[in-house]
Nanobody
Framework: QVQLVESGGGLTQTGGSLRLSCTGS????????TGWFRRAPGQEREFVAG????????NYADSVKGRFSVSKASAGTTVYLQMNNLKPDDPAVYYC???????????????????WGQGTQVTVSS
């Protein structure tokens, strides 16, 4: 059974930084892409960033390009989302998810992802 756990959320000020982590279990010997999504109150869950299983390809939403960076640990299953220059539009619950199809093009829609974490809250104060 695949399980994902996010951590690293919290409160920061506008312009601040946070690093989220997503650690999976049950993923040994599996090839998968990892995506980060977020959902703000009253809004749909939206794609933020994704990374291919090899770590060699990434994809970002336009709203976070240049501010957020997704990466994989050199060993293990942990995927990170480094968030810099956080803005008032960034607060949300952030989720990681895995796409076991692992396509060349990193998926940006929720329906392409098979397993999800429980989410971690990010709050940005002005």
């Amino acid at each position: 059974q695949v399980q994902l756990v996010e951590s690293g959320g919290g409160l920061t000020q506008t312009g601040g930084s946070l690093r989220l982590s997503c650690t999976g279990s049950g993923l040994t010997y599996k090839v998968y892409n990892t995506g980060w999504f977020r959902r703000a109150p009253g809004q749909e869950r939206e794609f933020v960033a994704g990374i291919a299983w090899s770590g060699g390809r990434t994809n970002y939403a336009d709203s976070v390009k240049g501010r957020f960076s997704v990466s994989k640990a050199s060993a293990g299953t942990t995927v990170y989302l480094q968030m810099n220059n956080l803005k008032p539009d960034d607060p949300a619950v952030y989720y990681c998810a895995v796409d076991l199809a692992a396509p060349m093009s990193i998926a940006t829609t929720t329906t392409e992802y098979n397993y999800w974490g429980q989410g971690t809250q990010v709050t940005v104060s002005s």
